[in-house]
């Protein structure tokens, strides 16, 4: 028999005493604290404040409250709110689509696509694309590219922050900061199911 799922009322409380206790082991006058024992006891409260902004989310939407709300509320746009926290039907199926990240180590491999495209290995990138992507990204569209976005924001400086990555429709899609010597942009890197490369953009920082 299947449990039933924790009511927002269950979560906040279990949320409430996470947090208190998290907050007791730091302020322990009996013993300096275990760094690490901290690291997780924050892990949990983490993890347990996500499924409670989650509930509070899918509630405000049943309540009649557009993305765009939220979105201004999370400091975000409302395709960003929608794509964490929406519940998209695949209308080829009617069913509701599956967000689940297939590929646990995407954002290394974007980083690693990424990393060879941007520093002029452009074929040792090129192994990794499907056949698609293979034959649009000629050495004429990757080269008129790179002088479209060093005319806006100049040279390449390097990869400023860690990996998001999320399932959008069939695709893994990974988006990673990159900093140029005249501002911030994020390079986008869409697997397909089979692993390969089938999606590379650069793109302002802004861009959803």
């Known amino acids: 028999m299947s449990?039933?799922?924790?009511?927002?009322?269950?979560?906040?409380?279990?949320l409430a005493q996470q947090t208190s206790a998290?907050?007791?082991?730091?302020?322990?006058?009996?013993?300096?604290?275990?760094?690490?024992?901290?690291?997780?006891?924050?892990?949990?409260?983490?993890?347990?404040?996500?499924?409670?902004?989650?509930?509070?989310?899918?509630?405000?939407?049943?309540?009649?409250?557009?993305?765009?709300?939220?979105g201004d509320l999370l400091g975000v746009t409302r395709q960003a709110a929608f794509q964490r926290f929406g519940k998209p039907i695949d209308p080829r199926t009617g069913e509701p689509m599956d967000k689940t990240v297939h590929f646990p180590d995407a954002g290394e491999r974007a980083t690693a696509v990424l990393t060879d495209v941007l520093t002029g290995h452009l074929d040792r990138a090129r192994k990794s694309f499907n056949a698609q992507v293979r034959e649009a990204l000629t050495d004429e569209v990757f080269g008129s590219g790179q002088a479209t976005v060093a005319g806006l924001v100049g040279a390449y400086e390097g990869i400023s922050g860690e990996p998001f990555v999320r399932r959008i429709g069939d695709h893994t899609v990974v988006d990673i900061p990159l900093s140029y010597e005249a501002g911030e942009m994020k390079g986008r890197v869409a697997f397909d199911a089979d692993g390969k490369v089938a999606g590379l953009f650069i793109l302002t920082s802004d861009a959803t």
């Open 3 to 14: 449990e039933e799922p924790a009511t927002l009322r269950e979560l906040s409380a279990r």
């Open 22 to 70: 998290l907050a007791g082991a730091v302020v322990s006058a009996v013993a300096t604290p275990s760094y690490l024992d901290l690291v997780a006891r924050s892990r949990d409260v983490d993890a347990l404040a996500e499924q409670v902004l989650r509930l509070c989310v899918g509630q405000a939407r049943d309540a009649g409250h557009t993305w765009q709300e939220i």
